[in-house]
């Protein structure tokens, strides 16, 4: 087994061949940096890059378990938005460690949260075998679910055809009784646009703009 390689990070002052510099705006990196400590930079940041959803999502189910009344304070004192934290959370919670899996992202898991848990481990089995992207994840579900309501003679909720279900409050699923429907009408480029913005975000389509129209509405309201 190959031996953990860490990622020392340095004030600008005690920059040097060995460590880094990670202000919030960038990476400074040392001159004369060996080319296999670039490398290791790189797969180290990957990592995190990768891992970070996950990790926020733990760090917030077990902030609301242990530190009820106090966990939203540390919140903000840590600059972090608390509807995407919560988003994190509802997809953690749907996927305990022992069901994850590390060759698909955060965002094929999202995809499928809502999902039964047989649904859940079938549709990402596909995706690991076959190697989907997240947007062919998404398609894959989304057909499916079309084709069994259009079997049952139903309508597929606008809120469903979006993959990832919708938004996510104080853990629930989307669609929970408390969720009010709100329909958007985009043109292609909007929807393409949209699409790329919650992907960089690591949600569903759903989970990002209601992010995004939350934080107007606070912004607007002056809340």
């Known amino acids: 087994m190959k031996p953990k390689r860490h990622l020392k990070v340095a004030s600008p002052a005690e920059a040097n061949a060995n460590n880094i ?16 400590k670039w490398v290791n930079i790189g797969f180290q940041l990957s990592t995190i890059h ?11 189910v077990y902030g609301e378990g242990a530190f009820a009344g106090r966990y939203r304070k540390a919140i903000e004192q840590c600059s972090l938005h608390y509807q995407t934290l919560r988003n994190y959370a509802w997809v953690a919670r749907s996927f305990p460690l022992s069901r994850r899996r590390d060759t698909l992202s955060f965002g094929h898991h999202a995809e499928v949260a809502r999902l039964t848990e047989p649904e859940q481990d079938y549709w990402l089995s596909k995706a690991e075998t076959l190697s989907w992207s997240r947007n062919r994840l998404r398609s894959e579900v989304r057909a499916s679910l ?10 597929l909720p606008a809120s469903d055809t979006e993959s990832g279900g919708g938004a996510v409050t104080d853990g629930k699923p989307p669609n929970a009784t408390d ?36 934080a107007a509405a606070r912004g607007a309201a002056g809340v």
Request: proline residues 5%; contains cysteine.
């Open 50 to 60: 990768t891992t970070s959803a996950w990790c926020l999502g733990d760090w917030l």
């Open 21 to 36: 510099v990670t202000p919030r705006t960038g990476l400074n990196l040392p001159p004369r940096l060996p080319f296999e």
């Open 146 to 155: 079309n084709q069994r309501h259009a079997k049952d003679g139903d309508e």
């Open 179 to 214: 969720q009010a429907e709100l329909r958007v009408e985009l043109s292609t480029s909007d929807g393409d646009l949209w699409t790329a913005a919650a992907n960089r975000a690591g949600l569903s389509v759903a989970a990002w703009a209601q992010r995004e129209l939350d």
